[in-house]
C-alpha cells in the first residue's frame, strides 16, 4: 500500500483487533491538520477476544516525511485543563488567553504556539481498551518525521524489533540553527519540541525491544527514550538495539549499545547545506535523464547511487517546461577525483573557482568518507 499527501494521518486504525499493515510507503501526511496526526497509527484498540498473542502488527514498511506544520488545536479543551502532566492551569493568564500561561495549559488551544506531536509509526492510548493481545512494530524503516520515528504511547503488552530509524525530529528545536527555514516554521517558535528523535517507549509496561537501530538527529537528542509519569516499569525483555547517534535513557541503558558507525543505523549519506547552489559542477557526475516527483526523488537518486561508482548525490527542480515539481538527479562519480583541485577542497564555500552551480530546490547528499576526503561542509552564511 502507498499512501503519501493525505493533509492527516497516512494510515489510521482505530478500535481495531487483528489488524496487519504490512509492505507499505507512507510518506508526507499529516502536514495540514492540527489534530496531532502521525504517519502509521493503531489508537484506542479493542480487544475482542481473550487471546494475548500477537494480534496487531504494523511490520516492514518505510514511513517518512511525515510532518506537523500546524500546531494541534481541539475545541473542546475547556481553558483551565491540560492533558499533559498535572500543571494546575486554573490561573488568570489562561483564563484571558495569555501566552504567560504555561506551555501545558495552552496545548490544544489557540495560543499553542508550538509542536510536540508528529510520529512516523505511533501506537498510542491503547492501555485502557486493548486489554488482551500484543502489538509488534518490527522491520520498519522511519526517517525525516516530525517528532519521533517510532512511539509506543500509553500502550501495554508489545513486541518493538528490528526497526530502523534515523534522522527524524524534523520539527525545529529553538537551540539548534535550522539552515534551510521554512514558512511553516513561524508556527512553531513559542517552544522547542521534545529533544528526542528516535524510539520512545512513553508509559508502556511488558514492553520488549530487539535490536532497533536508531540514530538520532542531533547529538543531545534522545535515540532512545523512557517516559513515565511515576517510576518506570523495566521493559519486558530486550537486547542488542544499536544508538548510532544520540542520548540513550539510562533506564534503557543496559539494553542498548552505542555505536559509532552511523551506516550502521541506516545513516549512509549525510545531507549538506548547500543554499541555492547544490549542484558541484567540478566534480565528475552522470545527470539521470529522467526526472522524479518529489515524494519519490530522494529514494530513487539514492537507488542510483547505490547502484555503483558514487560517492554523493544531489537533486534539483526540473526547469523543462511541462516538469514543473519534478526532480534532477545528479550522481557524483567515485572513480573519478574533482578538478581543478581547488575544488577538492571545501568546494560549497569556493568563490573562484566556480565549483558549485546555481540550483533550485537543490539538496546534496554525500558518504561520509567522501565528506572527510574532501572536506565538503555546508555553506557559509557568509560566503561572498
Known amino acids: 500500500m502507498i499512501v503519501h499527501y493525505c493533509p492527516a494521518s497516512g494510515i489510521l486504525v482505530n478500535r481495531g483487533d487483528y489488524v496487519t499493515i504490512s509492505d507499505s510507503k507512507v510518506y508526507s501526511n499529516t502536514w495540514w491538520s492540527s489534530s496531532a496526526e502521525s504517519g502509521l497509527v493503531l489508537a484506542t484498540s479493542k480487544s475482542i477476544d481473550d487471546f494475548d498473542g500477537i494480534k496487531m502488527i504494523l511490520t516492514n514498511s518505510v514511513v517518512y516525511d511525515n510532518v506537523n506544520k500546524i500546531p ?12 499533559i502532566g498535572n ?3 486554573s490561573i488568570p493568564a489562561c483564563e484571558q ?8 495549559c495552552r496545548y490544544g488551544k489557540k495560543t499553542q504556539d508550538y509542536i510536540i506531536d508528529g510520529m512516523g509509526v505511533y501506537v498510542t492510548r491503547n492501555k485502557d481498551t486493548y486489554l488482551h493481545g500484543k502489538m509488534e512494530l518490527s522491520y520498519n524503516t522511519c526517517y525525516k518525521n516530525g517528532i519521533n520515528g517510532l512511539s509506543f504511547h500509553r500502550t501495554d503488552r508489545g513486541i518493538v524489533k528490528q526497526n530502523i530509524i534515523y534522522n527524524n525530529g524534523v520539527v525545529p528545536r529553538l537551540d539548534k540553527e535550522e539552515k534551510a527555514v521554512e514558512d511553516w516554521h513561524a508556527g512553531c517558535n513559542g517552544k522547542s519540541r521534545q529533544p528526542y528523535s528516535g524510539l520512545v517507549i512513553n508509559n508502556a509496561d511488558e514492553v520488549e525491544l530487539w535490536s532497533n537501530k536508531v540514530a538520532a538527529r542531533y547529538a543531545d537528542d534522545y535515540a532512545f527514550k523512557q517516559e513515565y509519569d511515576g517510576s518506570p516499569s523495566p521493559l519486558g525483555a530486550g537486547g542488542n538495539n544499536q544508538a548510532c547517534q544520540g542520548l540513550v ?3 534503557l541503558g543496559e539494553y542498548v549499545n552505542v555505536e559509532v558507525d552511523l551506516e550502521v543505523c541506516g545513516v549512509k549519506y549525510l545531507e549538506i547545506y548547500c543554499g541555492e547552489n547544490c549542484h558541484l559542477i567540478q566534480w ?7 526526472s522524479y516527483s518529489p515524494s519519490d526523488a530522494y529514494e530513487e537518486c539514492l537507488r542510483k547511487c547505490d547502484e555503483g561508482d558514487c560517492r554523493a548525490f544531489s537533486l534539483q527542480d526540473d526547469y523543462r517546461p511541462g516538469n514543473d515539481g519534478m526532480k534532477f538527479c545528479f550522481v557524483y562519480k567515485d572513480s573519478q577525483d574533482p578538478s581543478p583541485l581547488e575544488c577538492q577542497n571545501d568546494p560549497f564555500n569556493q568563490n573562484q573557482p566556480q565549483c558549485s552551480y546555481v540550483t533550485a530546490n537543490g539538496q546534496f547528499f554525500i558518504t561520509r568518507t567522501a565528506k572527510q576526503l574532501f572536506n565538503v561542509n555546508d555553506e557559509s552564511f557568509q560566503k561572498s
Open 72 to 83: 494541534y488545536y481541539n475545541a473542546s479543551y475547556l481553558w483551565d485543563y491540560s492533558s
Open 87 to 89: 500543571k494546575d492551569c
Open 97 to 104: 488567553e495569555l501566552q504567560e500561561c504555561p506551555w501545558e
Open 249 to 251: 535513557d539510562p533506564n
Open 284 to 290: 565528475p557526475y552522470t545527470m539521470i535523464g529522467t
